[in-house]
């Protein structure tokens, strides 16, 4: 992917968030409490953060606790998000902290800011450079690999870049930020020509790997997909490993994941966490009643489906057809994300958050499979006339960053992008049954 492209995307990414979005929302408020606490207090014991409106040392200074924290075994309050986020967000939160402090409160006056909002603005500055930096990995492996050019591969990364649902989280602090990184760590490695560093990078790579669920606990069943993509994709380098290094590959990638199980046991009673301890009476936090719904709801669905404000994702199932005998692989980790997803008991659509929040960590995979077959003319061509819609949709939530939020059973980016658009919404069924946006 073109570096100049990069900063592209970067910069409309960026200056969407200048105008008009809803800001310091939903969880993530919540996330960044946590991040709080470690840094001035050194615990996870949120109540004083809460009770001392914490909230604005990064815009949300009325912030209620509400089932956001609840009392632990232990007696002390816990936050009920995973933590990994926070943690992850404890350099960025510092240096973000210190550079918001420089300006004078004149000055953020004028700019209708002040010391806190704009802690959080430039958070999302990194969350911004993290995505993009993700992309870039993922069209750079798409070239190196052969499986298209770099013109492409250019175009591809910076369509998926300026586009929901990557667009739309890329700024917000949410895990998928997150997965959607890991998942682009992995296809990159995957695709790339094996260099002289690759021991040291798998040990690197499947140790972030055993981290991630730290930050949900539904990567617990995704990572296992990313190791097997990684395990047939680079089986030729496997095969040189010595016993001893698959011995310590394994150990860096288990001991993550089991800290987290022994730490949600100590903390709620079970391996679920709050999720499924304190705040659902089911064990398991996964249905088939709500699979029934989540599965194509996370697709079609009017308002979080992904084809709500990504219509140039239909091309996807063509291209896994086309392509399957090369990127069957990548199949995998998407089943395995896509599954406990749609069939999460609080939410497949994922709370207040703009569409298809929970396959954000799938796009990179989507990118594979669309860059293999992007060397069939027909798929060239259908690719172009999907881009098209996609286009004017991008135009309209880069004007409009609100309309990237739901609003009731209305999808207000399809609605503004006229009558095609009108008539394209009328298409795309609802499968929440209730839904009432904050």
């Not at 073109?2 to 409309?12: D, E, G, M, N, P």
């Not at 569409?355 to 990179?364: E, F, K, S």
Request: glycine share 8%.
């Amino acid at each position: 992917m073109s570096r100049w492209a990069a900063v592209a995307v970067f910069l409309f990414a960026w200056t969407l968030t200048t105008h008009g979005k809803v800001s310091v929302s939903g969880d993530e408020p919540h996330y960044l409490l946590i991040t709080h606490s470690i840094v001035v207090d050194g615990d996870l014991d949120v109540a004083n953060n809460y009770a001392q409106g914490d909230g604005r040392f990064f815009g949300s200074p009325s912030l209620e606790m509400e089932i956001h924290a609840l009392p632990a075994r232990s007696g002390h309050i816990r936050p009920i998000h995973d933590i990994g986020l926070a943690v992850a967000l404890v350099p960025f939160y510092v240096v973000a902290h210190q550079l918001a402090s420089w300006p004078s409160d004149a000055v953020l006056k004028r700019f209708r800011t002040d010391h806190g909002l704009l802690t959080y603005q430039i958070i999302g500055l990194f969350l911004i450079a993290l995505t993009v930096t993700g992309l870039v990995m993922v069209g750079d492996a798409l070239v190196a690999s052969g499986l298209t050019s770099r013109t492409k591969a250019t175009l591809l990364m910076s369509a998926i870049g300026v586009s929901p649902p990557v667009l739309s989280h890329s700024f917000l602090v949410f895990p998928e930020a997150l997965g959607l990184l890991a998942t682009s760590v992995v296809v990159w490695f995957s695709l790339k020509p094996v260099g002289p560093a690759d021991r040291i990078l798998l040990m690197v790579i499947v140790f972030a790997l055993g981290l991630l669920p730290w930050s949900h606990h539904k990567y617990l069943l995704y990572v296992p997909g990313l190791l097997f993509l990684i395990a047939w994709m680079r089986r030729s380098f496997l095969q040189t490993l010595s016993g001893r290094d698959l011995a310590l590959a394994f150990a860096l990638c288990a001991a993550p994941p089991a800290g987290l199980l022994a730490w949600s046991q100590h903390e709620w009673g079970t391996f679920g966490g709050a999720l499924t301890g304190a705040l659902t009476s089911n064990t398991m936090p996964l249905s088939w009643e709500m699979f029934a719904r989540g599965a194509p709801g996370l697709w079609i669905d009017r308002q979080q489906g992904l084809l709500a404000y990504a219509p140039m994702y239909w091309i996807v199932p063509v291209c896994w057809i086309v392509a399957r005998r090369s990127t069957w692989p990548f199949l995998v980790p998407l089943v395995l994300l896509y599954v406990p997803a749609a069939a999460f008991n609080l939410g497949w659509w994922g709370g207040f958050s703009p569409a298809a929040r929970y396959l954000v960590p799938a796009i990179p995979l989507f990118a594979v499979v669309i860059g293999s077959a992007l060397r069939y003319r027909f798929i060239s061509v259908l690719a172009i006339v999907l881009l098209v819609p996609q286009l004017v949709i991008d135009g309209i939530v880069w004007r409009h960053p609100m309309h990237l939020w739901p609003d009731g059973r209305v999808n207000r980016a399809l609605e503004a992008s006229g009558p095609a658009g009108r008539a394209y919404a009328r298409t795309l069924p609802l499968f929440q049954d209730e839904f009432s946006p904050r």
